[in-house]
């Protein structure tokens, strides 16, 4: 049995990708990994593929235990990974509770790993591993620290993924999206302590260049967007002191 598993995805990009994966890979079934099980319900009629839905909180190391029990009793090979669950905090860090600093943590990084670790037993040759990451990951932003850090943690460890794992003919992608209309903002920018998004991109248009870099075989990062290819080139070659100072001009964070 052939299958993708997607993480997150009952909304936002995830949603997105189960419905291209749908659409352009041929799949026994598609499992379906959120909290919210109504809208994961919801998913079986926008799909040809059958869709296994498993209501979960990534952040419950109880939860990797479900997917771990399954792919034994169903012996699967996965082809593609998406690792889309996550959130983000916007705000100062002493301002942001505890349970949320150290929740993005939980579920944007430990819940990535233990989901790839879980699911790598299953993949074979032309197996994917697409971790979506974000524009964030190349630099720090003030008053989204942790966010920041935790997407950069994303970024080096998918980057030294894929080296490891080459021999095996498996690929992990960090996709690093900008800013992307999705209900992320309404939990992150809650207090509207950003008021300035320069561009904002839809789900549609950069799940479609994510799908484009695997179809085209590529591996380490995959940035979607002229802009945010020209700020990724800009956040690379500038001094981070003066990329952090831009951006709390632009925020008017002081």
Known sequence: MKIAIITGASSGMGRE?????????????IWA??????????????????????????TDMASIDVIAQALAEE???????????????????????MADNTGMIDLNCR???????????????????????SMSSFMPLPHASIYAASKAFVL??????????????IRSIAFCPYWVMTA???????????????KVYTTEFVV??????????????CVPGLYAKLLHITARIMPKSFVMWVWGKMQKLY
């Open 184 to 198: 992320f903002f309404d939990r992150a920018n809650d207090k509207k302590n950003f008021t300035k998004f320069d």
């Open 111 to 133: 819940a990535y790993v233990a989901m790839a670790q879980t699911v790598l037993p299953y993949m074979n040759r032309s197996g994917v591993i697409l971790n979506i990451d």
């Open 75 to 97: 012996q699967p090979w996965v082809q593609i990974l998406v690792n889309g669950s996550g959130y983000g905090k916007f705000g100062a860090f002493e301002e942001i509770s």
């Open 33 to 58: 990994i959120a909290r919210n099980q109504e809208r994961l319900d919801q998913l079986s009629s926008w799909t040809t593929t059958p869709i296994r839905t498993f209501s979960l909180d990534l």
């Open 208 to 221: 479609e260049k994510a799908m484009k870099c695997m179809a085209k075989g590529k591996r380490d990062v």
């Open 156 to 169: 080096s460890w998918s980057r030294s993924l894929n080296v490891e794992l080459k021999a095996r003919g």
């Open 17 to 29: 990708f189960l419905l291209r994966i749908d659409k352009e890979y041929k799949l026994d079934q």
